[in-house]
C-alpha cells in the first residue's frame, strides 16, 4: 500500500509541474526578446513533464499487471481442483481485461476443443445458448499457434465477412493459445460485443503470459484429477480384492523370499486355528514344519528354484484343532516381471470332507452301492414298489454254542471274518446286502438294478460262500471253523424305505422274503437250499438233490425244496 501511495505521489507531482509550467508560459507571453526566451524553455519543459508523466502512467500500469500476474500466479496454483481453476483463470482474465465474456477451451481425447468454462462480466457462468463465438477466428489461433486481437471485428477486413461474426454482432475479440511444452492444448477467447477497441497489444501479450501460467495449472489440475479418478479405481479395485481374498474359503499365505508372512486371509485363522496377528510376521518354513517334516524343504525349491508343488495332503496334529487333513499348494510369488519375490501358500481343509467320504465308505460297506446310488436324499418318501426278487439268507451254524466258549473280542473277529467272506462273495455277483442279522447274513438280487438271471446269481453267491469257507479255514484254528447254512426262494416282494423320517431302512418285505428265511433256517451246515420257484429259474446245468415238500414255519401250505449240490461249471466237474 505505502508504494501505490509514492506511485501516485510521483504522477501528482508531474502533473503538477505540469501545469505551473503553462501558467507561467501563459503569464509572459507579453514579456520582452529575453523573457520570451526563457518562457520557450519553460514550455519545452512542460512538455518534457508531461512526456514523463505519460511514462510514469504507463510504468505504473505495468507494476500493477506485473503484480496481477504473480497474485494470478498464486491464485490458479494454489487449487488442484480442476472446476476450481478453469473459473479461476475465467475469472482472472475478464477482471484483468475488461472483457464482457471469457471462454476457456481444452482439448479432449479426440483432439477437438471443448468449452470447459464460460464466465462473464459479473463472474457468472454462462448458459449453453450464450456461447455464440467466432469459430473462425479459434481456428486460426489453433492453426497458427499465434494469438488474434481485433479491435472491431465486423470491419476488420480478415474476418468482417464471416457469418458468426455478423450473425453475433462482435467486435472486440482477443483469443490467445494455451500452449505446454509447444503443444497446443486449449485456447482462450475472451470479447465484448458493445465496445470497439477495447483490447490493445498490451492486453494482448499480458493474455498470452498469462496463458502460459494457466495451461501449466490446468495441466497440473488435470493430471490431479486423472492420478484422484486413478487412486479411486484403484482403492476400490483394492477393496474388492480385500472382500474376495476375506471370502475365499481356502486359507491364502504368503511370504518374502526370507520366510517372513506378509499376508494371510481370515481362513487361514479358521484352518491353521490360530490368531491372524500370530501368523502375519511368523516364519512360513517354521509354520510348515509343524504340517509337516517335508515341507520346509518344498519351501526352498519353490524359492531357489522356481518349482510348484500341487495337492500335497498331510495329517496334522494341531494344538486348537486336533487331528485335521490339508490339501497343500505352493507356487513362487511373482511381481510384474516375473521375479520372484516369495511365496504363496494355499491350505485347503479336507477335514470334513474326508469324514465324509469315511462315513460314506462305512455306509457302502453296511448298504449295497447300487442301493445308494439310487437314492434321492430331496426325494426319500416312505413305501416301496412290487418286484420280483430272489432272497439268499445264510447263518452260521453253531454259533450260539461257539459264543459260550469264545472271549468276546475273539468272539466279534471270528464273527467278521464269516461275515465279510460272505458279503464279498454276494457283492462279487452284484446282490444288495440288506442287513446282518447278528451271525446271519440277508441279501437279494433283481433290485434295485434289474437282473434277468438273478436266481443264478443268487446260486453263485451261495457256492462262493461254501467254497470261501475252504480257504477262511485255513488261517483259523479247528476249534474256530464253522459252516453256514444257507436258503434261497425266488417270488415278489415289496422293496423300499421302512421306519421314519429319522431313521430309514431300505429293505424288502413279504412272503417270498419269509419263506428264504424259513429254507434258512432248516439248512445243516454246508447245505444250500433252494425252493422249485428259484430252481425254474436256473438256464444252466446243476445238480441238486431230489424235489421233496417241506412243511416251513407259517405256511399253511408245504412247498416244494430241494438241496442244491452245484451249478455251473462246478455242475459238469461234479
Not at 189 to 211: P, Q
Not at 241 to 258: R, Y
Amino acid at each position: 500500500m505505502t508504494e501505490s501511495k509514492s506511485e501516485y505521489s510521483l504522477e501528482g507531482q508531474l502533473v503538477e509541474l505540469s501545469q505551473m509550467a503553462e501558467g507561467l508560459s501563459a503569464r509572459m507571453l507579453a514579456a520582452t526578446a529575453p523573457e520570451r526566451s526563457i518562457v520557450d524553455n519553460i514550455r519545452m519543459m512542460g512538455k518534457g513533464l508531461r512526456a514523463l508523466q505519460e511514462q510514469a502512467r504507463e510504468a505504473e500500469a505495468e507494476k500493477r499487471n506485473l503484480r496481477a500476474m504473480v497474485e494470478i500466479g498464486q491464485v490458479i496454483n494454489s487449487s488442484l481442483d480442476l472446476h476450481t481453476v478453469l473459473n479461476e483463470v475465467v475469472d482472472t482474465i475478464v477482471r484483468l481485461t475488461g472483457a464482457e465474456r471469457c471462454f476457456l477451451m481444452l482439448r479432449d481425447e479426440r483432439g477437438a476443443l471443448q468449452i470447459l468454462a464460460a464466465r462473464n462480466w459479473e463472474q457468472v457462468s454462462l448458459e449453453s445458448s450464450e456461447t455464440e463465438i467466432s469459430d473462425t477466428i479459434v481456428q486460426k489461433v489453433v492453426d497458427s499457434g499465434k494469438a488474434i486481437l481485433t479491435t472491431n471485428a465486423l470491419t476488420d477486413p480478415r474476418f468482417g465477412g464471416q457469418s458468426s461474426i455478423i450473425a453475433y454482432n462482435l467486435r472486440s475479440i482477443l483469443c490467445v493459445p494455451l500452449k505446454l511444452k509447444e503443444t497446443l492444448t486449449g485456447v482462450i477467447y475472451a470479447d465484448n460485443r458493445i465496445r470497439e477497441g477495447l483490447f490493445t497489444e498490451k492486453e494482448r501479450d499480458l493474455l498470452s503470459a498469462f496463458a502460459n501460467q494457466a495451461a501449466i495449472a490446468l495441466e497440473n489440475a488435470r493430471l490431479f484429477e486423472s492420478v484422484s479418478r486413478t487412486l479411486d479405481e484403484v482403492t476400490e479395485l483394492k477393496n474388492l480384492m480385500e472382500d474376495v481374498f476375506a471370502s475365499i474359503d481356502n486359507a491364502v499365505i504368503t511370504a518374502g523370499t526370507d520366510g517372513t508372512i506378509t499376508l494371510c486371509n481370515k481362513a487361514s485363522e479358521t484352518i491353521l486355528g490360530s490368531p491372524r496377528d500370530c501368523i502375519l510376521g511368523a516364519s512360513l518354513p517354521a509354520l510348515l514344519a509343524t504340517l509337516s517334516p517335508d515341507m520346509p524343504g518344498h519351501f526352498h525349491s519353490v524359492k531357489e528354484e522356481d518349482q510348484r508343488f500341487t495337492g500335497i495332503e498331510v495329517h496334522p496334529i494341531l494344538e486348537t484343532r486336533g487331528s485335521v487333513d490339508l490339501s497343500i499348494n505352493m507356487t513362487p510369488l511373482k511381481d510384474a516381471d516375473q521375479r520372484t519375490e516369495g511365496v504363496t501358500l494355499v491350505l485347503d481343509d479336507l477335514t470334513e470332507k474326508r469324514r465324509l467320504e469315511a462315513q460314506h465308505q462305512l455306509f457302502e460297506k453296511m448298504v449295497s452301492p447300487a442301493v445308494i446310488r439310487q437314492l434321492d436324499p430331496e426325494g426319500l418318501q416312505l413305501g416301496g414298489t412290487r418286484s420280483e426278487i430272489t432272497t439268499l439268507f445264510a447263518d452260521i451254524r453253531g454259533y450260539t454254542h461257539f459264543s459260550e466258549t469264545v472271549a468276546p473280542e475273539s468272539l466279534m473277529g471270528v464273527l467278521n471274518a464269516y461275515l465279510a467272506m460272505a458279503t464279498d462273495a454276494i457283492l462279487a455277483e452284484e446282490g444288495t446286502i440288506d442287513k446282518f442279522l447278528g451271525d446271519a447274513v440277508m441279501a437279494w438280487f433283481n433290485a434295485p438294478i434289474p437282473q434277468k438271471d438273478h436266481a443264478a446269481r443268487a446260486v453263485r453267491a451261495a457256492q462262493r460262500i461254501r467254497s470261501g469257507l475252504a480257504d477262511l479255514h485255513l488261517s483259523m484254528p479247528e476249534r474256530f471253523r464253522l459252516h453256514f447254512g444257507i436258503g434261497i426262494h425266488s417270488g415278489e416282494a415289496l422293496l423300499g424305505l421302512v421306519g421314519t423320517q429319522k431313521r430309514l431302512e431300505y429293505t424288502a418285505v413279504g412272503d417270498s422274503v419269509n419263506t428264504a428265511k424259513r429254507l434258512q433256517e432248516v439248512a445243516r451246515e454246508g447245505q444250500i437250499i433252494i425252493s422249485k420257484a428259484t430252481a425254474a429259474q436256473l438256464t444252466g446245468p446243476f445238480q441238486a438233490g431230489p424235489f421233496r415238500m417241506l412243511n416251513l414255519e407259517g405256511k399253511e401250505q408245504p412247498i416244494a425244496v430241494c438241496e442244491l449240490y452245484s451249478y455251473g461249471a462246478d455242475s459238469s466237474s461234479a
